[in-house]
């Protein structure tokens, strides 16, 4: 949609236009949602009778909010998706710094401009995507940065130091009327968490000695970690006390919203089958709750994520040398992902040394999981009977899927094939030499049969 086409006070004023504040803004467009069916938090996965009804009461309570959680648990995220419940378009006086409601004026210098031009004050539109900032906490942050500081330009054109015209705004002054996001508040310093204090409580901001009343309406969010893990600060006592609501985020308690998260977040360059994508996310769940792996750290979305990206990237590499039309990512490429995520973990100081051991085993209980879970029900004794009857498959991540499926005649029936292709729902050649895949490696990890892997080439036989 496109902006509304007022452009003065005075045709503001005549087309009816309400002045609301911003917690009444979002407690309105919220309820809205609410009362329409609509989803006001998309893409979000896992929080739903959770963090989001938290969040949602903190809105309708007009709170800040701090969320707490490891990394990797979706706060930035569901941070950013609060956007959507601001008014899409808003009016602003044209010029001002602050994005001051033309009704309300705040900063002196629109006061006094206010007073002089009446309903011939400019007005402009603001988005609501331009009524959201994020700040990165960083120890070199300033006040200047957060709140503002004497501007010398100003200075030097001609304004005295006491004149409040010479302050330059900083990020939360300049978010009036919408929203300010601080991601990993405990990382601020502890004099820079202090200046906050009287923005969020007193509204007024102090630099420099002066004290300038601002009716400043915000609203302050902010995302940290627990404090037991994070040893870089600590958020300060009575900058707590002003959040209304902290809430504590999690990651996905089920395997059905860690896959949808996987799905969604993923870059995949070329086919990853559920199935694949389904052992990424239980061998991420498994280093969660491994007592091997240090779970003040966690183990991030990130971390399943960058797996399938990963796999998907291994597929394609083995389509492009191999002339295959597509890529389609195998069990086999999953080997390549534990190569590259390994250091995504922190391993307790105790399983020095065993860091791969650890992974490597975690990876084959999620894929007999997975395997368990699929596959349960059908017969592959011919299989087993074919490989013990001397008969070998070869794959690995220079085989292509052809190559694969042309070996499978000498291990059975087409039948067995079928069947288990058809329980995966694996339709092209790719996704069928996948499927295959699985359950000759299901067959390993039941002990039916041997497998023998080096880097380039793996082979299951008796």
């Known amino acids: 949609m496109t902006a ?63 969320l707490l959680g490891e990394r990797g648990q979706g706060k930035t995220r569901l941070l950013r998706t609060l956007v959507g419940l601001l008014d899409e378009w808003s009016p602003v006086i044209e010029g001002s710094e602050l994005g001051e409601h033309p009704y309300e004026p705040v900063s002196p210098e629109w006061v006094r401009r206010s007073a002089e031009l009446g309903d011939d004050l400019p007005v402009a539109w603001r988005h609501r995507s331009e009524r959201y900032a994020e700040k990165l906490a960083t120890p070199d942050t300033s006040v200047a940065d957060l709140i503002g500081d004497v501007d010398p330009m100003k200075v030097a054109e001609g304004r005295t130091l006491g004149d409040p015209e010479t302050i330059h705004f900083g990020l939360i002054p300049r978010s009036h009327r919408g929203i300010v996001a601080i991601n990993e508040l405990p990382d601020l310093a502890e004099r820079i968490q202090v200046a906050m204090l009287n923005v969020m409580e007193e509204r007024d901001i102090q630099i420099r000695g002066y004290v300038l009343r601002l009716e400043l309406d915000v609203l302050v969010v902010a995302s940290a970690n627990p404090e037991d893990y994070t040893n870089r600060g600590r958020i300060i006592t009575p900058l707590k006390d002003r959040f209304g609501a902290e809430i504590r985020t999690h990651y996905p308690t089920s395997l059905e919203a860690e896959i949808a998260v996987i799905r969604q977040e993923a870059h995949l360059v070329a086919e990853v089958p559920d199935h694949l994508l389904e052992i990424l996310a239980r061998f991420t769940r498994a280093l969660r709750s491994s007592n091997a792996v240090d779970q003040r750290s966690g183990v991030s979305a990130r971390f399943a994520i960058a797996g399938a990206e990963t796999i998907a990237a291994a597929a394609l590499h083995r389509a492009v040398r191999r002339g295959e039309d597509e890529g389609v990512a195998r069990g086999v490429d999953l080997e390549t992902a534990v190569d590259v995520l390994a250091g995504k973990v922190e391993f307790e100081s105790g399983e020095e040394g065993r860091e791969r051991q650890i992974l490597d085993h975690l990876l084959r209980v999620a894929t007999a999981e997975t395997v368990r879970t699929h596959l349960r029900g059908i017969d592959l004794a011919p299989l087993v009977d074919a490989i013990e009857g001397g008969a070998t498959v070869s794959t690995g991540p220079h085989v292509s899927a052809i190559g694969l499926l042309s070996a499978l005649p000498a291990l059975g029936e087409a039948p067995t094939y079928d069947e288990i292709c058809d329980r995966l729902e694996a339709k092209t050649d790719g996704a069928r030499a996948s499927a295959i895949e699985l359950a000759l490696e299901g067959l390993f990890l039941a002990q039916k049969v041997a497998k023998d892997s080096d880097a380039t080439a793996t082979t299951y036989g008796a």
């Open 4 to 66: 509304p086409d007022i452009n003065t006070l005075g045709a503001l004023r005549a087309s009816g236009h309400e002045l609301v504040g911003l917690r009444e803004e979002l407690r309105r467009n919220l309820l809205a949602k609410l009362a329409a069916g609509e989803d006001p938090w998309p893409g979000l996965h896992g929080f739903e009778d959770t963090v989001i009804p938290q969040v949602e009461r903190a809105i309708l309570a007009g709170h800040d909010i701090v």
